[in-house]
DNA sequence: GTCCAGGAGCCTT
DNA sequence: AAGGCTCATGGA
């Protein structure tokens, strides 16, 4: 089956999917990939693939969306749809963000990435996953840690590109602690196992309808989720049918970015985190992750 | 050998 | 509130 969906400009996909992808870098096994022209992503309820191409042009995007299914009803279908459209963010407006960055040194950024967008993550429990990995490690082996876990234990849907269903806490329950360590994933072992264990089924959905301050507080209640993860994950998640941009997940890599475009001089990380995230506070307000994105984007 | 990566948690001042 | 220490692991 085949749909098509209009999109917001500016989107520029290429651009969206080149970035995105190289941010992550020696990926292996995600829950979705892009071959240079479609974006593939797998979906486990309803249990589908979906490909999606680009037909439109920038200032007046027009996606098409291809569903791989034994068979999904139409309120299914519908369901898959609006997926893709927030996994992609076609619906986003940056315009806002754009005048707001037009004002600030992070102009000439904004202007060169005109029209890019952040693909969301596939599923809240795969973003908690990602961010506890990505804790105190290099990129490069965040990432080999979770496509570790991705092949131990979640599920591989065998369509055109090697694709992942995105993980589920029953994947990671039989874990065990030293299992998962032989993923090289250390101290986050038992954080994980413990998400797995303690993560609701309902969680997601409740989650999706909290204010961010309070979906926050619920995340960091998971031991190995502070700050930092907790924004992260509900960075690309969902609130009430729209993408949450009032979060400010600034790491040590970033941090250094940020502070440089905005000539932002502190020498202790943790006062030049609360620094730029003050800063992100008063210029972007309720879109500073986007500022976050933007500037994480930027070295691309 | 030392330092530190897209942190978190706990314990002292 | 702010600063120190520890937690695994591998690459520079």
């Given at each position: 089956?085949?749909f098509?969906?209009?999109?917001?400009?500016?989107?520029?996909?290429?651009?969206?999917m080149e970035k995105?992808?190289a941010?992550?870098r020696?990926?292996?096994?995600?829950g979705d990939?892009?071959?240079g022209k479609?974006?593939?992503?797998?979906?486990?309820?309803?249990?589908?693939?979906a490909e999606v191409?680009?037909t439109?042009r920038?200032e007046?995007p027009v996606?098409?969306?291809?569903?791989?299914?034994?068979r999904?009803s139409?309120r299914?279908?519908?369901r898959?749809?609006?997926?893709a459209?927030?996994?992609?963010?076609?619906?986003?407006?940056?315009?806002?963000?754009?005048?707001?960055?037009?004002?600030t040194?992070?102009?000439e950024?904004?202007?060169r990435?005109?029209g890019?967008h952040?693909?969301?993550?596939?599923?809240?429990?795969?973003?908690?996953?990602?961010?506890?990995?990505?804790q105190?490690?290099?990129?490069?082996?965040s990432?080999?840690m979770?496509?570790f876990v991705?092949?131990?234990?979640?599920?591989?849907?065998?369509?055109?590109?090697?694709l992942?269903l995105?993980?589920?806490p029953e994947?990671?329950?039989k874990?065990?602690?030293?299992?998962?360590k032989?993923?090289k994933?250390?101290?986050?072992?038992?954080?994980?196992?413990?998400?797995?264990?303690?993560?609701d089924?309902?969680?997601?959905?409740?989650i999706?309808?909290?204010?961010t301050?309070?979906?926050k507080k619920?995340?960091?209640?998971?031991?190995g989720v502070g700050?930092?993860?907790?924004?992260?994950?509900?960075?690309?998640?969902t609130h009430?049918?729209?993408?949450?941009?009032?979060v400010?997940p600034?790491d040590?890599?970033?941090l250094?970015?940020?502070?440089?475009?905005?000539?932002?001089?502190?020498e202790?990380?943790?006062?030049?985190k609360?620094?730029?995230?003050?800063?992100?506070?008063?210029?972007?307000?309720?879109?500073?992750?986007?500022?976050?994105w933007?500037?994480?984007?930027?070295?691309?």
């Amino acid at each position: 089956m085949r749909f098509e969906i209009e999109g917001k400009p500016p989107y520029d996909f290429y651009l969206t999917m080149e970035k995105n992808f190289a941010i992550r870098r020696s990926e292996r096994a995600f829950g979705d990939t892009f071959d240079g022209k479609k974006y593939f992503f797998a979906l486990r309820e309803p249990l589908c693939e979906a490909e999606v191409s680009f037909t439109g042009r920038p200032e007046e995007p027009v996606f098409e969306v291809e569903l791989f299914a034994d068979r999904l009803s139409s309120r299914e279908e519908g369901r898959v749809l609006k997926k893709a459209s927030m996994l992609l963010g076609v619906d986003e407006s940056l315009e806002q963000f754009y005048a707001l960055a037009e004002r600030t040194e992070l102009r000439e950024t904004t202007e060169r990435l005109r029209g890019l967008h952040m693909i969301q993550f596939n599923g809240l429990f795969n973003a908690i996953v990602l961010g506890i990995l990505l804790q105190n490690a290099p990129v490069k082996r965040s990432m080999e840690m979770f496509s570790f876990v991705s092949e131990r234990y979640g599920k591989r849907i065998e369509h055109k590109k090697p694709l992942y269903l995105p993980l589920s806490p029953e994947d990671l329950q039989k874990a065990g602690i030293e299992d998962l360590k032989e993923g090289k994933l250390g101290y986050r072992a038992k954080y994980i196992q413990g998400l797995a264990e303690n993560f609701d089924k309902t969680l997601e959905r409740r989650i999706e309808l909290m204010s961010t301050e309070r979906a926050k507080k619920e995340l960091m209640r998971f031991d190995g989720v502070g700050n930092y993860t907790a924004e992260f994950a509900l960075f690309g998640s969902t609130h009430r049918g729209k993408r949450r941009y009032d979060v400010f997940p600034i790491d040590s890599w970033s941090l250094g970015i940020y502070a440089d475009i905005f000539s932002i001089r502190e020498e202790k990380r943790e006062k030049a985190k609360a620094l730029c995230r003050k800063h992100a506070e008063e210029h972007f307000g309720p879109l500073m992750g986007l500022a976050f994105w933007y500037v994480m984007m930027s070295t691309f």
